[in-house]
Nanobody, 125 residues
Framework: QVRLVESGGGLVQAGGSLRLSCAAS????????MGWFRQSPGKEREFVAA????????IYADSVKGRFTISRDNAKNTVYLQMNSLKPEDTAIYLC??????????????????WGQGTQVTVSS
């Protein structure tokens, strides 16, 4: 059974940084694409970033490109999201997700078959 546990969220001022982590278990980690999504009240779940199993390929939503960096440590079964230059509109619950396979379709939440519970990120102005 796949288990994903996010950590690292919190309250930060605009312009600040946070680093989210997602620890995975119950899967062959290096065979899985890992993704980050976010969800705010009243809004649909939004793609943030994804990374291939080997870590060599990454994709980002336009809204976070140049500010956020996704990375992974396959020895630790952990994926990270470094968030810099945070804005109030980045406030959301951030969720980690995964599926076995390459990056095709990784922008779509329906592609993923396992999800974490999420971690709250709040950016104050």
């Amino acid at each position: 059974q796949v288990r994903l546990v996010e950590s690292g969220g919190g309250l930060v001022q605009a312009g600040g940084s946070l680093r989210l982590s997602c620890a995975a278990s119950g899967l062959t980690f290096s065979s899985n694409t890992m993704g980050w999504f976010r969800q705010s009240p009243g809004k649909e779940r939004e793609f943030v970033a994804a990374i291939s199993g080997g870590g060599g390929v990454t994709i980002y939503a336009d809204s976070v490109k140049g500010r956020f960096t996704i990375s992974r440590d396959n020895a630790k079964n952990t994926v990270y999201l470094q968030m810099n230059s945070l804005k109030p509109e980045d406030t959301a619950i951030y969720l980690c997700a995964t599926y076995r396979g390459y990056l095709y379709g990784s922008r779509f939440s329906s592609t993923y078959d396992s999800w974490g519970q999420g971690t709250q990120v709040t950016v104050s102005s």
